[in-house]
């Protein structure tokens, strides 16, 4: 444990100096004050408190913000460290591959953290301040806080699983932008097309609760949806929320993260240095 | 004694390549050894498999009795690669903390070793504006931490000036008294003749030779030179004396011998009296000697 965290403060210290911990926490902060300043119109008629309908929208933002973050951060991990030469060394230390793995996830998960935290508490001291009542939604942003760490782990573990893969730090990059387009991006324009296509058919009764379930974006944005009643207010995919249990989606969030973090140290484990 | 290090018949490929033949070596606690041998002899793949780096095909590897890469191992083994690298936006002191901490030892001992390798003045400063030699220290002062049993240095004192050579090879000395076991590298038998017990020459994988600095020079039965100068006006009387010897338009008269009649020929000089006013016995260069093994397959 003491090697795992050992291992966690050296790469918390690598992300400050490399401006990470400031990049991270600004554009969370960034994007979620403008969310928070455009998505204060269609209060009232909803019915929710002020604070419910901005972590809706924080939703929206995390689905994207988060996994790109988490893979940014993640890319570089092990090819960095094959083409600067500092895995030989490394591995010669009684530290195990799994170890190393969990030391930079911990320290990554710790700026995706404060980031988040800081992110939506900017945006929810926003919609507090001008709606006292909307404290009552403290709940689900501390919701949207812990399960965004579950997102961003699951694709941090993707991203070491690449960064391991690539042994390049550019192939890696390369590989996490892709990822993070087909995951986050082109998944859900394909099932909306099949949607679309199906015109509520047996693909969206039957197929679509378990294509957002077996993605791990859609799983977190089901979750939160669901688990804040706002779907109403977020429409869109997340109108297929209300059909998927809760547990369902949150076991997704919570298997998601092992199997990325199994992957990534297999792949690791296959690197000869 | 238990040896710290026993490798037999280590055989390694790498596709078509045979990177080690069969090498076998055992290495005692406290004992130095040189690894030399040319780039691509075979040094390197033998240190990360004594490392535990990279598998082998056949062939055994005990370090410290324990199969090399297992955790018990890496606790007793301390490595230096050839470029020591690090990161960049870490000081010095940062990463031999670091370091420390993975070795369960108190990371304030990084002041002190860094101070060992005369790098106090920089320990706060990022690694990224150190220069090779510094990094190089930084890779040494790492491989201090604890007590390792045994040392593998890759090349330790490329980009090291000569005095840092010799405080370098001043601490192996140190560490070696303590009963540490050194297997290192280098291209230079000049460098390690006096400060290792053992030389190890591999050559296209193969161990070509092994033994003491004496030991190899005895084996390589290079011949002796003698360099005689004539007293003025008896260069044709040395020249006739010794028609066998090649007369240099320094005026030095050359002569080559094997190391049994090395005595006798300097006997006949000594015959000459007056005739010859100086002497110089030169034995084959250590570089003769390296070149001698590690060319013997005709590479």
């Known amino acids: ?273 | 004694m238990t040896p710290t290090l026993t490798i037999s018949r280590l055989t390694k490929h790498f596709q078509s390549v045979e990177a080690l033949k069969s090498v076998s070596l055992t290495l005692e606690p406290g004992r130095r050894a040189a690894l030399l041998g040319h780039n691509g002899a075979g040094k390197s793949t033998m240190m990360k498999i004594v490392l535990g780096l990279i598998p082998h095909d056949s062939g055994e590897v005990a370090v410290c009795g324990v199969a090399p890469g297992s955790p018990a191992a890496r606790a007793q083994v301390a490595y230096l690669p050839e470029n020591a690298a690090f990161h960049p936006a870490l000081t010095g002191e940062e990463q031999l903390r670091h370091y420390l901490a993975l070795r369960g030892e108190n990371p304030r001992q990084a002041m002190e070793l860094l101070s060992r390798v005369g790098l106090t003045h920089a320990a706060r400063r990022r690694i990224g504006t150190y220069s090779k030699g510094m990094r190089q220290r930084v890779g040494l002062a790492q491989t201090l931490i604890g007590r390792p049993r045994l040392l593998v240095l890759d090349e330790p004192t490329s980009g090291l000036d000569p005095v840092s050579r010799r405080d370098f090879y001043d601490l192996l000395d140190g560490l070696a008294a303590e009963g540490t076991a050194i297997l290192l590298s280098s291209h230079v038998l000049t460098e390690v003749e006096a400060r290792t017990d053992r030389i190890l020459i591999l050559s296209g994988g193969e161990l070509v030779a092994e033994g003491t600095l004496p030991d190899l020079r005895a084996r390589a039965a290079l011949p002796v030179a003698f360099s005689v100068r004539a007293a003025p006006g008896h260069s044709a009387a040395l020249a006739a004396a010794f028609p066998e010897g090649a007369q240099g338009e320094d005026g030095l008269l050359r002569l080559y011998c094997s190391q049994p009649e090395k005595l006798p020929l300097l006997a006949r000089i000594a015959a000459l009296g007056n005739a010859v006013v100086d002497l110089d016995v030169i034995p084959p260069s250590l570089e003769d000697i390296y070149s001698h093994f590690s060319r013997r397959d005709g590479q």
Request: proline share 4%; charged share 10%; hydrophobic share 60%.
């Open chain 1, 1 to 273: 444990m003491s090697r795992i965290l050992a291992t966690a403060v050296c790469e918390f210290r690598i992300a400050c100096r490399n401006r990470w911990v400031s990049i991270a926490t600004g554009m969370m902060v960034l994007f979620a004050l403008v969310l928070a300043a455009a998505g204060s119109a269609p209060t009232g008629d909803v019915g929710v408190d002020r604070l419910s309908v901005t972590v809706a929208s924080l939703t929206s933002l995390a689905v994207y913000l988060v996994p790109l973050l988490a893979l940014l951060m993640s890319f570089d991990a092990v090819a960095g460290e094959v083409e600067r030469g500092t895995l030989p060394l490394l591995l010669t230390y009684p530290v195990s591959r799994l170890q190393v793995l969990l030391g930079k996830l911990l320290a990554h998960l710790a700026i995706l953290g404060l980031a988040a935290t800081l992110g939506y508490g900017a945006a929810a001291v926003v919609a507090v301040w001008s709606d006292p009542g909307a404290i009552g939604g403290l709940g689900s942003l501390w919701r949207l806080i812990w399960s965004s760490v579950l997102l961003g782990a699951t694709f941090l573990g993707a991203g070491y699983a690449l960064s391991a893969l690539a042994r390049r730090p550019s192939g890696a990059a390369g590989l996490a932008i892709a990822l993070w387009l087909l995951a986050v991006v082109l998944y859900d324009l394909a099932l909306l097309a099949l949607i679309v296509t199906d015109g509520g058919g047996a693909f969206t009764t039957q197929a679509l609760p378990m294509a957002l379930l077996a993605n791990p974006a859609d799983a977190f944005r089901v979750f939160n949806l669901s688990a804040a009643q706002a779907v109403a207010a977020a429409g869109g995919i997340g109108g297929a929320a209300g059909t998927i249990p809760l547990w369902q989606s949150a076991a997704s969030l919570l298997i998601w993260p092992l199997a990325a973090i199994a992957l990534a140290v297999a792949a690791f484990r296959k690197v000869t240095p």
